[in-house]
């Protein structure tokens, strides 16, 4: 049946209607939402070695040693004939030293950018050390806090061998029924009864405790006189937070007094709100036990060998690769002078996340851990690499 004339004419008022309508609804359609910026990349460009300031008057022989572990070690592929060459030079021929890194290396300054920006070479220098403290291998007295060794129901993933594409990305967690579940985090971990049994040692300083897991790794002089390491062996997976920001947000200090000194005599002097303030941090450190067969070298960084006082420095592995040489120009904490030399990437660290950003290794002890916990200064650094190779990363 054909519709008849009046019906053709409610159709189109009703046509003109709904346009009407879908003009309205048009012209009140909200903007799309902004593009996300885009994030800094890093970037490295050649520079003359006249160029890095302080480089002439660095005592390399300082680090060649350092630098000769980094070789014995795990290095990148296109270090493998400069690793040889080093091990033909005298560990006290600072000259030759010298004559061989200009002659077979070359420095590419690190700066990071977004692109189409101008790009920073300036980033967040920091330090850190081997505590010392006080331990029985059993509880009682004043030996009340304990060091953990991992967890038997601590899971690791890597999700790179599951998609490629997240190479070296890994997750922690455990199972619950057939799911993979966060870990617990310390104020869940806090009672030690999930733990209990895997206690190494009893410490006497809860306070203590905590830095050490900060550090990564420390020394403890036990109850019979001996000496043991707790190495870094693993982390609960949860996100590392610094209780120093926590202090900060609540006004408990400012941002200038928020170093490791002022933090440790705020704990002490507030026990009542120590347990809040620690557990603020959820990640959690364990540990394996280490003899100590030479007192004069550091634990053991992610690269797997020992660390350097001075010459060591923790990078993110994501962007510089384990091992390599860098150079270091920033603040001394101390004297305020410039602190320019020669260091390797031999380890990594929680908070050390971008191209320009290093935490130098201070050494074993009270005074180490005091030029460490002041420790905090612009800094730049440069990369040395290979003279006919070209660094990963270098074509962003």
């Not at 006249?50 to 022989?61: E, M, N, R």
């Not at 290095?75 to 005298?90: K, N």
Request: with cysteine; proline share 9%.
């Amino acid at each position: 049946m054909r519709p008849g004339v009046r019906e053709i004419a409610a159709s189109a008022r009703a046509a003109g209607v709904i346009a009407l309508f879908a003009l309205a609804a048009c012209s009140i359609t909200p903007p799309a939402p902004p593009k996300p910026p885009l994030p800094p990349v890093p970037r490295f460009d050649v520079v003359q070695w006249s160029h890095v300031p302080g480089w002439s008057d660095d005592a390399l022989t300082e680090a060649w040693p350092a630098l000769l572990s980094s070789c014995a070690a795990r290095m990148p592929a296109d270090w493998r004939d400069s690793c040889i060459a080093a091990r033909a030079i005298s560990r006290e021929d600072a000259v030759a030293q010298r004559k061989w890194m200009e002659s077979s290396l070359r420095a590419w300054r690190i700066s990071v950018g977004v692109p189409g920006q101008k790009a920073t070479d300036t980033g967040r220098i920091t330090g850190y050390y081997e505590p010392i403290l006080n331990g029985a291998r059993t509880r009682g007295g004043v030996y009340q806090t304990p060091l953990y060794a991992v967890p038997d129901d601590l899971l690791t993933i890597e999700l790179g061998d599951l998609y490629p594409a997240l190479k070296g990305e890994r997750v922690r967690g455990k199972l619950q029924g057939r799911r993979v579940v966060p870990y617990p985090d310390r104020a869940q971990l806090a009672d030690g009864k999930a733990l209990a049994g895997k206690e190494l040692v009893w410490v006497d300083s809860p306070i203590d405790a905590f830095f050490l897991q900060i550090q990564g790794s420390g020394r403890i002089q036990l109850a019979d006189g001996t000496t043991v390491r707790m190495a870094y062996a693993d982390v609960n997976g949860q996100p590392y937070k610094a209780v120093g920001r926590a202090l900060v947000e609540k006004g408990d200090l400012t941002l200038e007094q928020s170093n490791s000194t002022n933090i440790r005599q705020w704990l002490a002097d507030h026990p009542d709100r120590q347990a809040e303030v620690l557990n603020s941090n959820p990640s959690v450190v364990f540990f394996r036990e280490e003899k100590i067969t030479d007192p004069n070298l550091g634990p053991r960084g992610a690269q797997g060998v020992p660390l350097t006082p001075g010459r060591s420095v923790a990078i993110d592995p994501r962007i510089l690769p384990l091992g390599v040489p860098l150079f270091l120009a920033t603040t001394d904490p101390v004297s305020g002078q410039p602190l320019r030399r020669l260091v390797l990437g031999q380890d990594t660290g929680g908070a050390i996340r971008g191209a320009i950003r290093a935490d130098l290794f201070f050494g074993s002890g009270t005074e180490a851990g005091e030029r460490a916990g002041r420790m905090r200064a612009d800094g730049r650094m440069w990369l040395l690499w290979p003279r006919d190779r070209v660094p990963p990363g270098a074509g962003n």
